[in-house]
């Protein structure tokens, strides 16, 4: 191969990737979301691996749970149940889990909580995540003062981004000097 060919097949390179990057990142980004929403409600630890605890057993007036079920008969069944009742009984009259936690009640959370902003600076693409309605960016911020930041991806999270544009990569150079 010649310098001149070298130099043409760098440039097609580096034209590639640019043209290529924010697409890459948001697909990227979509898959390590998956993984965050993975661990958070199978596993129910966070970033750091540590479990988020349990869900309270604290008792309250069953209509300080009136109107959110997830069904009427859930509903029946709290108005006809006890007066007070905690909201790990309440999670068991939705037939939910109650007891590790896993901030699911609804899945409204998880099904808007994904890639907020994409900023493209020079040669780097950055993908934020975050709740994606005005609901679920609430929730993230109720929870944070307790939780942290509950979509926070892991260490291993974050290898796997890198390790993903790693390949990118390493498939483009492949392509453009084969």
């Known amino acids: 191969m010649s310098f001149?060919?070298?130099?043409?097949?760098?440039?097609?390179?580096?034209?590639?990737?640019?043209?290529?990057?924010e697409d890459e990142s948001i697909l990227i980004a979509n898959d390590v979301m998956a993984q965050v929403r993975n661990r958070v409600q199978e596993r129910k630890v966070d970033a750091d691996g540590t479990a988020f605890g349990q869900y309270s057993q604290a008792l309250a007036p069953q209509w300080f749970f009136y109107g959110k079920s997830n069904?009427?008969?859930?509903?029946q069944e709290l108005k006809a149940g006890n007066w007070f009742v905690s909201y790990a009984d309440f999670r068991e009259l939705n037939n939910l889990p109650s007891d590790d936690?896993?901030?699911?009640?609804?899945g409204d959370l998880f099904r808007t909580t994904g890639i907020v902003k994409v900023e493209n600076e020079a040669d780097t693409t950055t993908v934020i995540?975050?709740?994606?309605?005005?609901?679920?960016?609430?929730?993230?911020?109720?929870?944070?003062?307790?939780?942290?930041?509950i979509i926070e991806p892991s260490e291993?999270?974050?290898?796997?981004a890198f390790n993903a544009h790693r390949k990118r990569i390493e498939n483009l150079i492949n392509r453009v000097f084969q």
């Open 4 to 21: 001149l060919d070298f130099a043409i097949r760098l440039k097609v390179l580096v034209d590639e990737m640019n043209a290529s990057r």
């Open 71 to 75: 069904t009427d008969t859930a509903e």
């Open 101 to 106: 936690i896993n901030f699911t009640f609804s």
């Open 129 to 149: 995540l975050g709740g994606q309605t005005t609901r679920s960016e609430q929730i993230l911020e109720w929870q944070a003062p307790r939780y942290g930041n």
């Open 156 to 160: 291993q999270e974050q290898e796997f």
